[in-house]
C-alpha cells in the first residue's frame, strides 16, 4: 500500500474516532432520555436531601435532577463516572469552580453559597442517580 494512502487511512480513522468519541461523551439529548427511562430507584434519605439542594442551587445551569440544562452539562451522564470525576472534583467545583474542558457551556464559576453538607449530599445523589441508569 502506497505511504501516502495508509497516512490518509490513518488519519482519517484518527478524526472519524475522534469525532465519534466526542459526539457520544457530549450527547446531552441521550443522558436525560437515560435518566428518564431509568429514573432513578428509591433514593436514601441523604440523596433524596442531596437532590432538594442540587434543584436549589445547581438546577439553574445543570438542569432539574443533574438532567443538563442550557447553561450547564448534565451529571447524571458518564463523564462523570467516579473513575473519571471522583467525588473530589465535585468538592473542589463548588469551592473554585472548573475550567470548561468536556462540553461547551464555558467555565463553572466558584459556588460559595452552597453548604459543605449540602455538598456532600449533592454527591451522594448523583452517584445514587448515576448507578440507577447503570453508569457504574
Given at each position: 500500500?502506497?505511504?501516502?494512502?495508509?497516512?490518509?487511512?490513518?488519519?482519517?480513522?484518527?478524526?472519524?474516532?475522534?469525532?465519534?468519541?466526542?459526539?457520544?461523551?457530549?450527547?446531552?439529548?441521550?443522558?436525560?432520555?437515560?435518566?428518564?427511562?431509568?429514573?432513578?430507584?428509591?433514593?436514601?434519605?441523604?440523596?433524596?436531601?442531596?437532590?432538594?439542594?442540587?434543584?436549589?442551587?445547581?438546577?439553574?445551569?445543570?438542569?432539574?435532577?443533574?438532567?443538563?440544562?442550557?447553561?450547564?452539562?448534565?451529571?447524571?451522564?458518564k463523564i462523570y463516572e467516579p473513575s473519571h470525576h471522583g467525588?473530589?472534583?465535585?468538592?473542589?467545583?463548588?469551592?473554585?469552580?472548573?475550567?470548561?474542558?468536556?462540553?461547551?457551556?464555558?467555565?463553572?464559576?466558584?459556588?460559595?453559597?452552597?453548604?459543605?453538607?449540602d455538598v456532600e449530599n449533592i454527591i451522594v445523589y448523583v452517584?445514587?442517580?448515576?448507578?440507577?441508569?447503570?453508569?457504574?
Open positions: 500500500m502506497n505511504r501516502n494512502v495508509a497516512l490518509v487511512l490513518l488519519v482519517g480513522g484518527l478524526l472519524i474516532g475522534t469525532y465519534s468519541f466526542w459526539s457520544n461523551a457530549n450527547d446531552q439529548q441521550s443522558a436525560q432520555e437515560a435518566y428518564e427511562a431509568a429514573g432513578p430507584s428509591k433514593m436514601t434519605p441523604q440523596a433524596e436531601e442531596g437532590r432538594l439542594a442540587f434543584n436549589q442551587n445547581c438546577a439553574v445551569c445543570h438542569g432539574r435532577d443533574a438532567k443538563g440544562g442550557s447553561g450547564g452539562p448534565p451529571l447524571i451522564h467525588d473530589g472534583s465535585f468538592r473542589l467545583a463548588v469551592q473554585r469552580g472548573v475550567q470548561q474542558h468536556h462540553w461547551q457551556f464555558g467555565n463553572m464559576p466558584p459556588q460559595p453559597q452552597v453548604a459543605e453538607a452517584r445514587e442517580a448515576q448507578r440507577a441508569v447503570g453508569i457504574f
